[in-house]
Structures are given as structure tokens and as C-alpha cells.
């Protein structure tokens, strides 16, 4: 059997051992957490727990954190009914596809702001449309992600939220992608409404949470009910995922105390592999301010799917940077919006590593990637050496 090499911790990574502890502890509960019976508050006690551990990977409130079945409908309940009547919502070009749809909003009041080629909402856009809105006597929504899921570019989140509420309106943050890789506090980013995802940073899938700035932060809930969630989000809480997303985050934390230069150095050496050993390498975003695990990167000529294909048979687990819906593989919404030709994106390949890869990881990497890029370029002049 092959052993395999996992580079693709942005998709999901891998459960971590405190979350997996979590988990089981809390199936042996037999309490519901809304019960005031012994049973019943055991489990809030872990309920609570877990929302005081979420709360402090961003510096919010525990009070504040609002669980949900992950960051697809955390994004969606923030941009969802109950927004002080906001009637616009602005999103950049980048965005993850569950804020694009607009959640709540109707498709025509939904605009998008532009980004520059290194992947960087472009913030004068931003503020001039913002004061037009502004002179009309709307205060719109704005959601802005922190670091981006595929180029790994961190957006300017802080100076963003400073524009946003000059004008009067409210920033929602994505930090999916960014939660447990660079430091974040919400209230450092300014940011009203933030969303986290837990099979991301270590815990089960099929858990995460909306997190205000704010207790009186208005929104309204998606889903109607009991009074669970403060009345935000109706129906017995998935106390066993939020458990394990609890101790994800708490290990999360950890982490950030211990820094990232290790895993940094590690992105840095593929990116300097690919970049000496085969001419015309694209490293997309590779001149903006990025979290440290993230390297998109294509080649001329190389179609990513039949790369991720060979890639996986010879035991290397990478994704690529086009979106597949219904079977049709298209060029990737965030390429497109940086202006890369529809021909280069087709062939971007996504590498993302995490807390356990190593350096034997990246070279197992470097010697699939070798072989099979020979084979797909066989005659090409693309290689180097």
C-alpha cells in the first residue's frame, strides 16, 4: 500500500486527537442541553465549554458565538433576515460561493467588488461605492473573507471595517480559511459578524458558528423553533461536534502561541522547487500577504484535473483551483476575478498543508510531482532542469 501524503488541509483537516477525545466523551452523555435535570446540564456544561473555547480563538464574546451546522450556513444566517433592514449587500469578487449566492438578499441587490491581480479587494472601489450608497440613505451589508481559500491571501479586513462603518454600514467577515493560521481578534478587525468553520481547523465536520462583535448585533434566525441559540438558531444542539469543535479550537490556540515558521518554510520550498526546476510556474498571490500554509500555483499546458488524477495515484492528495458543479469543470471565480486567462486557471492546482505535514511530506511531493509533470510535459520545454 502506498503511503499517502495529504496537501490539502483548506478542504479539511484532519481530526485532531483532543477533538476525537471530545467527541467521545460527549456521547456518553445522555442529557438534552436544554433539560435543567442533572443529565441535561451536564451536557450545557459542555455546550459552554466548547462556546468559551470557540469565543477566544477570536477574542469575542461567548455570549456572542452562535453554533451552526458549519460555515456554509453561518455565512448564510449572516446575511440572512433580521439585518436592521439593510437593502444592499456588497461582497468582493473572491468570495466563498455561499456568500456570492447573497444569502437572503435578492440577487439584484447584490453587488460585487472588484479585486486587484495579486488578489486584494480593491478598497478605493469599496469606498467609493460605499458613499454612493451612502448619499441615498443606505448602509449596506458588506462581507469580506480574511484569507482566501484557494491563493491563501489575506484581505485588508481592519481597513475594510473603517470604511465600512464611516459609512454606516456592517462588516461581515468569512475567517473560515484563516482560523488557526494567523492570529485573530474580532475586535482588532472591527469586524461586526465573523464566521468560523470547525472541520477546518481540527474538529468534526459538520459544525461551526457565527460570532457578533457585539450582543445586540441584529440579525434574525434561519431557523425557526425552540429558543436554542438565543433563540438564533432552533432545533437540539449537535453537542458532541460542538464538543470536538471546542477542543479543535482550544488546540487551534495553541498552535498560534507556537507559530507557523515551520510550516512557512515548508510552503516556501515548494514554491522555490517549482519555481528553479520548471519554467513559466504562476504562483498566484504570491507577491500579496498570505497565510502561511497555502501555495495555488499552474503550469502552461497542464489541465489540474488530470494532474490531481495522477497526483492521487501516486499518493499525493492535492485539489485544484477550478470549481466542479454537476460534473463541468470551469475556470475558478477567484482566478477569473484577479484576470488570470481562462486557459492558465484551468490548470491551477491548490497545495495546503497543516500542524503534522513534514519535510518527508514535501519531498514525496516533489518526487510524484516530478515524475508525473514529466510525463504530462514530455517534450515540453516548460522543464528546466
Known sequence: MVDRVYFDWNATAPLRPEARAAVDA???LVGNPSSVHAEGRAARQVLEKARESVAALVGGDPRCVTFTSGGTEANVLALGPGNGGRDRLLVSAIEHPSVLAGGCFA???????????????????????LAALAAEGRAPLVSLMLANNETGVVQPVAQAA??????????HVDAVQAAGRI????????ADLLTLSGHKIGAPKGVGALIRRHRDQAIGPLITGGGQETRLRAGTENVAGIAGFGAAAAAAAEDLVQGFAHITALRDGIEHYLSRVFRDVTIFGA???????????ALPGVKAETAVIALDLAGVAV?????????????????????VPPELARGA??????ATTTEADVESFQ???????????????????
Open 162 to 171: 473603517g470604511i465600512v462603518h464611516r459609512a454606516g454600514g456592517v462588516l
Open 319 to 339: 485539489s485544484s483551483g477550478a470549481a466542479c458543479s454537476s460534473g463541468k469543470v470551469a475556470p475558478s471565480h477567484v482566478l477569473a476575478a484577479m484576470g
Open 183 to 190: 492570529p485573530i481578534d474580532i475586535n482588532a478587525l472591527g
Open 107 to 129: 440577487a439584484e441587490v447584490v453587488e460585487q467588488i472588484p479585486v486587484t491581480t495579486g488578489g486584494i479587494v480593491d478598497l478605493v472601489v469599496l469606498e467609493r461605492r
Open 367 to 385: 518526487n510524484a510531482w516530478n515524475k508525473v509533470l514529466r510525463s504530462l510535459l514530455k517534450g515540453s520545454r516548460n522543464i528546466a532542469a
Open 287 to 297: 507577491t500579496s500577504k498570505r497565510i502561511p500554509n497555502t501555495t495555488l500555483f
Open 349 to 354: 492546482l491548490r497545495l495546503s498543508l497543516g
Open 26 to 28: 460527549a456521547l456518553d
